[in-house]
């Protein structure tokens, strides 16, 4: 609750409900599916190592130690914390959360996180209302 301090850095979190509108990201452009999250973790090399290509190097943003964060992907992944669907703002520093547009039960969907000290890229189903961070990937450039 308080855009001018954190916006700037981190952007908005959304809960799910606003990513399924599909109209978070401009034309030509989606919320990453979780099958997508997956062929990027693979890409880098597993879910036990691509957090650490995807995050941000140093602790301007994350605390002590982010470990193995080597941001070689220039993704440049921060941890923007979450949103509770009472509205908490939490976990700033500590996690990245980032929704997929993948639905996994009529009251949760996927999303990816991050984490301060390691280099994993973990896969969860949280409740919709939860507010996280969202990525947009181009739709007419995505390759398998």
Known sequence: NDSATYGNVYGALYN???VETGKLCPQGW???TDSEWVVLSDYLGGANVAGGKL???GLIH???PN???TNETGFTALPGGNRTF???FSNQGYYG???TSTESTATNALNRYMFY???NIIGFSHLKKYGFSVRCISTNNFKY
């Open 16 to 18: 799910w409900y606003t």
């Open 67 to 69: 470990s193995k964060a």
């Open 97 to 99: 959360y980032w929704w």
């Open 30 to 32: 989606h919320v990453s």
């Open 117 to 119: 000290n390691n280099g």
């Open 62 to 64: 994350w605390l002590n």
């Open 55 to 57: 995050k941000e190097k």
């Open 86 to 88: 009472e509205g908490i």
